[in-house]
C-alpha cells in the first residue's frame, strides 16, 4: 500500500531509491527507508526526520564547486555501504536532478553496474528523466573515478 504518491525512483530495485527533499516521506513510507542519504547544504534537519531512520548530511552545495570531489565521494560511499549492508536506502537534494543525478551515476559506477561517467549518466536519466548533471559535476565524477581507476591499476588489481 502506498502512503504517498512516487515522484521518486528506484536505482536498485526494491534497495536504492532517488528524488528530490520533497519525495523523502513517501519513500520511507512507501518503501521502508532505513538510511535517507542528504546531500542538501542547506539542510538543518532531516526532510521526513523519524527515529527509525538513519539520516546522514553530505553537505553538497547546489551550485557545485571544483573542491566538491570529496563530498561527492564520500555521498556515493554512504549510499553503496547502506547498500553492502543489506539497507534499504534513499538519497536526494533539493530537487532530485544535479546533486542526486551525480550520485546516482556514482553509485552505479562503484557497484559496477555501469562502466564508463556516460553510460552512468544514460543509466540513470532513463531511470529518473529529469537528471541534469552538471559539467563541473561530471568533471568531478571524472576525478573520483579516474582516481580510482589508477590507484587500482597501480596496485596491479586491474
Known sequence: MDYAEKKYHALIAERVFMGGAADVKAMVLNEGIEVVVDLREEATECAYPTDHVKWVKVPLDDDTKEHEAELFKQAIHEVVGAYNAGKKVAFHCGGGKG????????????????????????????????????????????????????????????
Open 99 to 158: 546533486r542526486t543525478g551525480t550520485v546516482a551515476a556514482g553509485t552505479l559506477l562503484e557497484l559496477g553496474l555501469a562502466n564508463t561517467i556516460e553510460d552512468a549518466e544514460l543509466k540513470a536519466k532513463g531511470i529518473r528523466s529529469i537528471i541534469n548533471i552538471k559539467p563541473i559535476q561530471k568533471e568531478l565524477l571524472n576525478e573520483i573515478f579516474l582516481n580510482k581507476a589508477f590507484n587500482r591499476y597501480a596496485n596491479g588489481k586491474q
